[in-house]
């Protein structure tokens, strides 16, 4: 069984950065698709990145291409988000996910194991 939990959240202000990070258990963190989600109040559960297994493919949101970066240690079972030039609308609770089947994916039904997320909030 994989369990996924999330850290590294906080209160920081615009424009600031934050690392967040996602330790996972079990042999088969390694040969998964991981992602990052998040969800603000009362807005659905929205993609915000992805990593291959191998780490050399990367996806993004729109919303976030060029301020935040996944990235991947599989030696730890650790996952990243690295998030620059935070924005007040960035503020949501953000979950890592593991994909339940191969290849990219964008969609949140298609990831099997979800942490309990960890709130970012971005405000002066």
């Known amino acids: 069984q994989v369990q996924l939990v999330e850290s590294g959240g906080g209160l920081v202000q615009p424009g600031g950065s934050l690392r967040l990070s996602c330790a996972a258990s079990g042999r088969t963190f390694t040969t998964y698709f991981m992602g990052w989600f998040r969800q603000a109040p009362g807005k659905e559960r929205e993609f915000v990145a992805a990593i291959n297994w191998r780490a050399d493919s990367t996806y993004y949101a729109n919303s976030v291409n060029g301020r935040f970066t996944i990235s991947r240690d599989n030696a730890k079972n650790t996952v990243y988000l690295q998030m620059n030039r935070l924005k007040p609308e960035d503020t949501a609770v953000y979950y890592c996910?593991?994909?339940?089947?191969?290849?990219?994916?964008?969609?949140?039904?298609?990831?099997?194991?979800w942490g309990q997320g960890t709130q970012v909030t971005v405000s002066s």
């Open positions: 996910a593991r994909r339940s089947g191969p290849g990219y994916s964008a969609h949140p039904q298609d990831y099997s194991h």
